[in-house]
């Protein structure tokens, strides 16, 4: 056990003065904490000399923070006269004896903080604890265990419950999430991506600022440079605990977005399925969902990059046999499978309107009483009172037909209004927008079902007093994707082949979601309400309705053919997809999974890419000093194999920031080159 030291406070960017090295640690980390306003508040309750509960509980997945709060609890336990003893459960020997040794100090402080740390490690001991060590601190004491789990039932058994306290320690809200990486010293552009990568985790955000500030390139998910990154996640998340685990179950697990028994026997047939999925769900970092279980999402993002970097084959063939594996019972009749399809597709733009990431924060739910008006509210304070006015009669006198989003203290975060041609509400048919689209639907009913939209918002990237000609769906964030979802499953339609959707043109990302799904714009269609222009896409599934185009979307991204698949559509060329394209020219399957491919075999559709960017390099330059450099920026950071941009910065006597700002432009000639000469196939 370490007896903490205190911590002379000093301001933020004060000088460090005269004191040992801890010390100056000490002031560092202080400085660097942010956050957990209400956690600390409840804690330092426990202080106060009438406070009931002395012993608290406090539980979270791994790189939550758990260890921070406990030392920022440490320093303003010390300013109020407590004296912090530390406990680190992995260096603590299997024996009560040693535990004994270590508590004998607290034993005679006049006021003890006693913080044990990484408690999953020692909870053998809690019984001890309970019955003989614990119990002879001074009644002034207060502990604080921090650990993985939930306390077991015993602290809250015979006379252990009136002292004993909880407390689950949650993901950074955003806000918090930024003021760390301010704290780490990143402000830039990459902030709000990194937030959403890094999911709340204190932790991610630690790495993710350490790995920004020194490449100025990276971005989140970019982990080729940074494999480290992903090495460090791991081995602080779940290193220790995956050892029991085989490493094909692992993989199972980290591209699933929820792993069953049925799967681990289908997609491993030659392992103990029952066996394997045991020990799966007596991991720590795992926790059950639907009739499955999934993995923390940080460490299972982790361990999917790191699969994708160490072993893309074995990444692929497993990603094929579990869409394969949910394909088969979403056609035996379960339509949920969409949701986990869905989760296996890679871009970004699909997710943008399809998917169910956001269910961590939000969920679906019926209109209740009181949503009418608070929706009412929230539209007009986005100027859109003329769009509810149509919406309003299919809250009121057809609620089946609207799915709300709401977070978590119930908050309306979103909604949607979705029917099908056999589901519409009578005056539906008058309606400017979706009546003349229920026409069409039906005209083409012999072809299969439609789920219809009439609209879509999603609030929380749309601030109130903002205008409504960003588009109808809001920011189009996790709120909407979710929505997107919900339509299809509650539309009464088990597999539909169409889906028309009402996008406003100035909403980019529907735009996108509506060319990458290969909609077709019914210009007929199309109506104005007001000062909004409303376009009508509809997507054609195929034959194969939903479920085949979902298997089709991860085997086109796997670079294989899918069943039955029509032809690939010719690709919409923008920045980010050549972008993507030139980050990974040299890795075969990644290129292969590019809308730019052409080909048979993942190898015809890297080398096409590759031939594609080969030949818009060598027509979208001149001949000038400035256009040849920006031509040997890209060929080097690019093309040819180079042993980092900061090594090819070095050779062409470009500081790191004219290399990368000539990088870019160089890969958006290339792109606005590609966009302009697009071939047919």
Not at 176 to 204: F, H, K, M, Y
Not at 206 to 217: I, M, N, Q, R, V
Not at 224 to 249: G, K, N, T, Y
Not at 424 to 449: C, K, M, S, Y
Request: some cysteine; glycine content about 8%.
């Amino acid at each position: 056990m370490r007896h903490m030291d205190r911590v002379e406070h000093r301001p933020p960017g004060g000088g460090v003065g005269a004191g040992t090295l801890a010390s100056r640690l000490a002031r560092v980390d202080e400085q660097r904490f942010v956050g957990r306003a209400a956690e600390l508040a409840g804690l330092e309750r426990c202080l106060e000399d009438e406070a009931t509960v002395r012993v608290v509980h406090v539980f979270g997945p791994g790189g939550i923070g758990k260890s921070s709060l406990l030392r920022e609890l440490a320093r303003r336990a010390g300013e109020r006269g407590f004296t912090p003893f530390a406990v680190e459960g992995r260096d603590l020997p299997p024996s009560p004896d040693a535990l004994e040794t270590i508590l004998a100090d607290a034993a005679t402080a006049e006021r003890p903080l006693l913080l044990i740390d990484t408690y999953e490690r020692m909870t053998g001991l809690g019984a001890y604890l309970r019955r003989g060590l614990l119990p002879r601190l001074p009644a002034t004491a207060v502990v604080v265990i921090a650990g993985r789990a939930p306390p077991e039932e015993s602290w809250f058994q015979d006379g252990w419950e009136g002292v004993v306290s909880e407390l689950a320690l949650d993901k950074l809200p955003a806000g918090d999430a930024l003021a760390l990486l301010a704290a780490q010293g990143l402000t830039d552009e990459r902030c709000a991506a990194i937030v959403d990568w890094a999911d709340g985790s204190p932790l991610a955000l630690t790495l993710a600022a350490s790995a920004a500030t020194s490449d100025g390139s990276w971005t989140p998910g970019d982990d080729r440079d940074h494999p480290e990154i992903l090495r460090a996640l791991i081995r602080r998340l779940a290193e220790s605990e995956m050892q029991s685990v085989r490493f094909s179950v692992l993989a199972v697990a980290a591209i699933a977005r929820v792993t069953t028994p049925e799967m681990l026997a289908a997609v491993l047939p030659a392992g103990d399925a029952e066996g394997a999925y045991e020990r799966l769900h007596g991991l720590s970092f795992s926790e059950p969902v639907g009739d499955g279980l999934a993995l923390h999402e940080l460490v299972r993002k982790s361990l999917r990059a790191d699969l994708r970097r160490r072993a893309p084959d074995r990444d692929r063939e497993l990603r094929r046999r579990i869409t394969d594996h949910l394909f088969e019972r979403a056609q035996a009749g379960d339509p949920l499978m969409a949701i986990e399809m869905a989760a296996l597709i890679d871009s970004p733009v699909i997710r943008w309107g399809f998917g169910w990431e956001g269910s961590i924060d939000y969920r679906i739910d019926d209109v209740r009483p009181g949503d009418e008006e608070r929706i009412a509210q929230l539209m007009s304070e986005r100027h859109l009172d003329d769009w509810w006015a149509l919406t309003r009669r299919f809250v009121a006198e057809a609620p089946d037909r609207v799915a709300l989003a709401r977070d978590r203290h119930d908050n309306v975060c979103g909604f949607l209004t979705y029917m099908s041609p056999s589901t519409a509400p009578a005056f539906a048919d008058e309606d400017p927008i979706v009546g003349p689209t229920l026409a069409h639907a039906r005209r083409d009913a012999r072809l299969g079902d439609a789920v219809l939209w009439h609209d879509s918002f999603d609030f929380t990237g749309w601030p109130a007093g903002e205008r409504g000609d960003r588009g109808f769906s809001g920011s189009g964030g996790r709120v909407k994707a979710m929505l997107g979802m919900a339509g299809m499953l509650r539309s009464g339609v088990l597999n539909p082949r169409f889906m028309y959707l009402p996008i406003n043109p100035e909403n980019e990302g529907a735009r996108a979601f509506a060319q990458a799904s290969g909609a077709t714009h019914l210009t007929e269609l199309d109506c104005r309400l007001a000062e909004h222009a409303i376009e009508c896409h509809r997507i054609d599934h195929g034959p194969g309705g939903l479920f085949g185009s979902l298997r089709g979307f991860v085997y086109m991204e796997l670079g294989l053919a899918a069943p039955d698949a029509p032809p690939p559509a010719v690709p919409v060329v923008d920045r980010e997809l050549v972008r993507d394209a030139l980050r990974n020219f040299h890795v075969p399957h990644a290129l292969a999974a590019s809308r730019l491919a052409r080909g048979d075999t993942p190898e015809q559709r890297a080398e096409s890419v590759r031939e594609l960017l080969r030949g818009a390099a060598d027509a979208a330059f001149g001949d000038s000093h400035n256009e040849r450099l920006l031509r040997r920026v890209l060929t080097l950071g690019y093309l040819e194999t180079s042993p980092s941009h900061e090594q090819v910065a070095l050779d062409l006597a470009l500081s790191r920031a004219a290399y990368f700002r000539r990088l870019r432009v160089a890969a958006d000639r290339v792109a606005d080159h590609l966009a302009q000469t697009a071939r047919p196939d």
